[in-house]
C-alpha cells in the first residue's frame, strides 16, 4: 500500500491546516488557558468544526455524517496537533463515533450518529481505572438488575468527562467485559473535572448504582473487550496524528527560531552541530507520519494487521514527540520554557498525549504480544 495521499486526502489536508491555522492557532490556546473557562474548550468553534464536517468525519453519510474515514479524520487531528487546539474532537468524534458505527445497534446509531455529526452531543470514554493505561484491567460491575444493569465504580482519565452528555462505560458483567452507554446527567454518576499539564479536559467518574436497561448495552453483552480495543485503536491511531502534528510544528518553530537567533556574531543556525540535530530530527519526523498514515489505511481498510500498525505508530509518533519538543526547547535555550515562547506548549502536549491510551512500552510490550513473541 502506497504511503501517499490520494487528491482528496490532500485537499481535507489542506483544508483543515487552513481552517485551525485561522480560527484556533496557538494564540487562541493561549487565551482559553488564561481564561480558566469551566469548559475548557471554545463552544462556538466546536460548532464552526461540525460545520465544516470534522465531527462528522467518521459518521456515515446516511446518518448526517461526511464518512471519510480514518485517514481524513487522522490529517483533522494532525491539524489540531499543529495549533494545539482544544475541542471535544477525540472523544466524540473519533472515539464516540468509532464505537457506535463499530458496536452500535441501528436505534443507536440513528439516534446518536447525526447528534454528533452536528456537534450537538458530546461522548466521553470511561474505560481505564488505574494510573497507567490498563484498558481490560476493569474492576466496575454490572449486575443484573430489572430489564437491566446497576453500575458501580469508579474511572479515571476520562476525556472530556465533565462536558460529555453520554458516557460510553466498560463494566464487568457475568459474560465478560460490556459496554454501556449512559447518561452523563443520570442518578448515581459523579464527575470532577481533572486539567492536565497540557490544559487538556479529563475526569474521574463515579459510579453508584447507576441503572440503565438493555437498550444500553452497546456491542452486545459480554461483547465489549474486542469492541474495546477498536475504540481504542482509532484513538490511538488519531492520536499518533495528533503526535505527528505536534512533532511537525516543533520541528518548524526550531527551525524559523536556528534562522533568526544569533550568537557570536551569526545565526546559530549555521553550527554545525545543530544542523545535524535537526537532520536527524527531521528524519524522525518522516518515520513517525510514514507509521501513522500506514495505521490510518490499515483502520479504513479494516486489515487484520490493523492493531500492529496501530501500536506501532503510536509508539514511534510519541517517542518522536517528545525529541521533537525536546530539541525545540534546547535548541531555544532557557526561554524554551518560558511563556514567551509556544515551545514549551508542544512538550507538555507531547507528554500528556504520549502517554493517552498506552505509551511506547505499553504499545512495544503490545506489539511484541500481537506477533507472537
Not at 491555522?21 to 488557558?33: I, M, V
Not at 456515515?60 to 482544544?86: C, D, K
Amino acid at each position: 500500500m502506497a504511503l501517499v495521499l490520494t487528491e482528496e486526502q490532500a485537499m481535507i489536508r489542506d483544508a483543515a491546516d487552513g481552517f485551525f491555522r485561522d480560527a484556533a492557532p496557538p494564540a487562541a490556546f493561549r487565551k482559553l488557558r488564561d481564561a480558566k473557562d469551566a469548559t475548557g474548550f471554545d463552544r462556538d468553534l466546536w460548532r464552526q468544526m461540525a460545520e465544516q464536517g470534522f465531527a462528522g468525519v467518521l459518521v456515515p453519510e446516511a446518518h448526517g455524517g461526511a464518512g471519510l474515514g480514518f485517514v481524513a479524520a487522522g490529517l483533522i487531528q494532525e491539524a489540531v496537533g499543529r495549533n494545539l487546539t482544544l475541542s471535544p474532537l477525540l472523544s466524540t468524534a473519533i472515539l464516540a463515533a468509532s464505537a457506535l458505527v463499530a458496536g452500535g445497534t441501528e436505534e443507536q446509531r440513528a439516534q446518536y450518529l447525526p447528534q454528533i455529526a452536528s456537534g450537538e452531543r458530546l461522548f466521553a470514554l470511561a474505560a481505564d481505572e488505574q494510573a497507567r493505561h490498563a484498558p481490560h484491567a476493569i474492576a466496575t460491575t454490572a449486575e443484573a438488575s430489572g430489564n437491566g444493569f446497576k453500575l458501580n465504580g469508579c474511572k479515571t482519565f476520562v476525556l472530556d468527562g465533565h462536558v460529555a452528555d453520554t458516557l460510553i462505560v466498560a463494566a464487568r458483567t457475568d459474560d465478560g467485559i460490556t459496554l454501556f452507554l449512559v447518561d452523563a446527567k443520570a442518578p448515581g454518576v459523579a464527575t470532577e473535572r481533572t486539567i492536565m499539564v497540557d490544559q487538556r479536559n479529563a475526569a474521574e467518574v463515579t459510579l453508584t448504582d447507576v441503572q440503565v436497561d438493555g437498550a444500553d448495552v452497546l456491542g452486545g453483552v459480554g461483547g465489549g473487550a474486542a469492541l474495546l480495543d477498536r475504540i481504542l485503536d482509532a484513538g490511538r491511531a488519531c492520536l499518533a496524528a495528533e503526535l505527528l502534528g505536534v512533532s511537525q510544528q516543533s520541528f518548524d518553530t526550531t527551525i524559523d527560531y536556528l534562522k533568526q537567533r544569533e550568537q557570536f556574531g551569526q545565526k546559530i543556525g549555521s553550527f554545525q552541530a545543530l544542523q545535524h540535530r535537526a537532520a536527524h530530527l527531521f528524519c524522525e519526523v518522516e518515520l513517525a507520519r510514514s507509521a501513522t498514515l500506514r495505521a490510518l489505511q490499515a483502520l479504513d481498510a479494516g486489515e487484520d494487521r490493523a492493531p500492529m500498525f496501530v501500536s506501532l505508530a503510536k509508539a514511534k509518533a510519541g517517542d518522536v514527540a517528545k525529541l521533537a519538543s525536546n530539541e525545540g526547547v534546547q535548541m531555544h535555550g532557557g526561554i524554551g520554557m518560558t511563556d514567551d515562547y509556544d515551545i514549551g506548549f508542544y512538550m507538555k502536549r507531547a507528554r500528556a498525549a504520549g502517554e493517552t491510551f498506552g505509551d511506547a512500552g505499553f504499545h512495544g510490550d503490545r506489539l511484541a504480544r500481537l506477533m507472537g513473541y
